[in-house]
């Protein structure tokens, strides 16, 4: 008797578990045991490769030397209050605890240390001009031609900017209304920031679906190899207890194992948060036929060639951006044309 009640208990779990895999399956989109449609893989493999192509633009904020120095350039105390000054600046002057609930992946105590403190300092209006012009700035530096390949790329970057939904996308929204530079070269920087905002604002609703706080994705993310973890700890703000107790959460769940690597339900969980990342992402895409967007990828390369030609962005870094493949005629499986980023 026992063991048929033990026997109808695991049924009973399993049973559970596969409802809920059906739910998620549900509310996610996604069918389980069915094909993706060939039209929402290119899509989505599109998006992965747009990211490819326009982070870098962006991130030459976080690497370049005098960027790095705007903080204290403008008065404040160093990099990392000068960085969520600039992050939440197009929110206004936003206070820590929702600031914290829009970035996702920072530790609370280290928000507080910078926000609203920073606001007493120098106001948000000061910080989004020192930060445009201090981008466009590192573009310039590294690459000459840069104003010519905005001509070509604005047009469709704006189509897609324009176009796309701001409700609970509030980084992205915010970052939408600031597309008006009147520099061309600041104004390709803001406009790869708003994608990246819009991809940004989607990773946090996946990460909430699947029940994963900041600290927990990126102790996931360190146990998968995407990014270095003794940065993400620090950089991010968490204590060793605070990374330890996450990395105890998520071996209860099963996603690492006693050595904090990834187990295979680990490495698939991660694999499925960047899959439906680039789904979301993907909306960014609308407004361009096909032919538009390879011909957006094309035109995107040299620009993004030039800037990872000077070595300004490292590999492995913080943002998990990967580097180009050694052999660069597709990316993520997309073709994009001859000779992309190479």
């Given amino acids: 008797m026992q063991g048929q009640v033990q026997g109808r208990s695991r049924h009973h779990g399993r049973s559970e578990e596969r409802d809920r895999n059906e739910q998620y399956a549900r509310a996610t989109g996604r069918t389980q045991g069915r094909p993706r449609p060939e039209a929402e893989a290119e899509a989505s493999a599109a998006a992965r490769t ?91 530096a590294a690459d000459p031609a840069v104003e010519a390949s905005v001509t070509k790329v604005a047009s469709a970057l704006r189509a897609m900017v324009d176009d796309a939904p701001r409700a609970a996308r509030p980084l992205f929204a915010a970052n939408q209304a600031l597309c008006d530079r009147a520099d061309p070269v600041e104004d390709l920087w803001q406009l790869a920031t708003a994608l990246r905002e819009f991809r940004g604002d989607a990773h946090l609703s996946v990460l909430a679906e699947h029940e994963l706080d900041g600290c927990e994705s990126l102790v996931l993310a360190v146990a998968c190899g995407l990014v270095p973890e003794e940065s993400m700890r620090q950089d991010r703000g968490w204590t060793e207890e605070e990374w330890t107790a ?5 071996r209860s769940r099963g996603l690492v194992d006693s050595q904090g690597a990834a187990t295979t339900r680990g490495a698939a969980e991660r694999t499925e948060i960047e899959q439906r990342t680039d789904d979301l992402a993907a909306r960014l895409l609308r ?26 962005l490292p590999f492995p870094n913080p943002i998990g951006l990967p580097p180009p493949p050694a052999s660069s005629r597709h990316i993520d499986g997309r073709n994009v044309g001859r000779g992309a980023l190479d």
């Avoid at 996450?246 to 998520?250: D, E, H, P, S, Y």
């Avoid at 407004?287 to 300004?312: E, F, G, I, N």
């Fill in 287 to 312: 407004p361009l036929s096909t032919a538009q967007t390879d011909q957006l990828l094309r035109d995107l390369k040299p620009v993004t060639h030039r800037v990872l030609a000077t070595k300004l």
């Fill in 246 to 250: 996450a990395t105890a959460r998520l």
């Fill in 50 to 140: 747009l990211r490819h192509l326009t982070e870098p633009l962006h991130a030459v904020s976080y690497f370049d030397a005098t960027c790095r120095g705007l903080g204290k350039a403008i008065g404040l105390k160093g990099f990392w209050m000068g960085y969520l000054a600039a992050r939440t600046a197009p929110l206004g002057a936003v206070s820590a605890p929702p600031a914290t609930e829009l970035l996702g992946v920072f530790a609370p105590a280290m928000i507080a240390r910078a926000l609203p403190a920073a606001w007493d300092v120098v106001g948000p209006e000061r910080v989004l001009d020192a930060r445009a012009r201090c981008a466009a700035d590192a573009l310039r």
